[in-house]
Antibody, heavy 120, light 113 residues
Framework: VQIVQSGSEVKRPGASVKVSCKAS????????IHWVRQAPGQELEWMGW????????RYSDTLQGRVAITRDTSATTVYMELSNLRSDDTAIYYC??????????????WGRGVQVTVSS | DIVVTQSPLSLPVTPGEPASISCRSS???????????LDWYVQRPGQSPQLLMY???NRAAGVPDRFSGSGSGTEFTLKISRVEAEDVGVYYC??????????FGQGTRVEIK
């Protein structure tokens, strides 16, 4: 199993960022993908997840309206776009594969993370 | 949302000695399946988080048996029977019952004395 994320990004406040998460080594549509972020020195914050089979998504209430997670099954890649960036969106953004059974998910393989810096 | 609280937030340990981290949830984590949906992750220095324990007491692949998890209801514990230098990192518990959101604890930093 490999989860490879795109490279670091620097954005201005108000801009958008789209980061990718390419999965390989397993049947892509059998596992969900979650996004979790970590601001400097802070704890982990769950952002959202996508069912890679049918595209169903759910997001954190605090990010609802600014975050969108999509997937390209032919490329076995998931994308996370965060819009209207603010300085407190500066963080490392991780994607992680989720094994799930019904509503229970656990994150068994994580990418290395993408540093997103928002600065004027 | 279910709130998850860890203690202590910092845990200096002596190699070879045991260590214990507590995790408390604001509501019971009992799933209709009969399982408690509480997981543990560890983030070692400079690395991504990785799954350590799922459904309270099931070790993830490759996790040594010096790690154990226990608990029920709203009280859960992660124990390391004999701490090794490689166990340094930040340990997070996370509730996976009422989702979204999955809610993480604040993290417990384990360091060697």
């Amino acid at each position: 199993v490999q989860i490879v994320q795109s490279g670091s990004e620097v954005k201005r406040p108000g801009a958008s960022v789209k980061v990718s998460c390419k999965a390989s080594g397993y049947v892509f549509t059998n596992f969900a993908i979650h996004w979790v972020r970590q601001a400097p020195g802070q704890e982990l914050e769950w952002m959202g997840w996508i069912n890679t089979d049918n595209g169903y998504t759910r997001y954190s209430d605090t990010l609802q309206g600014r975050v969108a997670i999509t997937r390209d099954t032919s490329a076995t890649t998931v994308y996370m776009e965060l819009s209207n960036l603010r300085s407190d969106d500066t963080a490392i953004y991780y994607c992680a594969r989720a094994t799930f059974s019904g509503t229970y998910h656990h994150l068994d393989n994580w990418g290395r993370g993408v540093q997103v810096t928002v600065s004027s | 949302d279910i709130v998850v609280t860890q203690s202590p937030l910092s845990l200096p340990v002596t190699p070879g000695e045991p260590a214990s981290i507590s995790c408390r949830s604001s509501e019971t984590l009992l799933h209709s399946s009969g399982y408690y949906t509480l997981d543990w992750y560890v983030q070692r220095p400079g690395q991504s988080p990785q799954l350590l324990m799922y459904l309270v007491s099931n070790r993830a692949a490759g996790v040594p048996d010096r790690f154990s998890g226990s608990g029920s209801g709203t009280e859960f514990t992660l124990k390391i029977s004999r701490v090794e230098a490689e166990d340094v990192g930040v340990y997070y518990c996370v509730q996976a019952l009422q989702t979204p959101p999955w809610t993480f604890g604040q993290g417990t930093r384990v360091e060697i004395k």
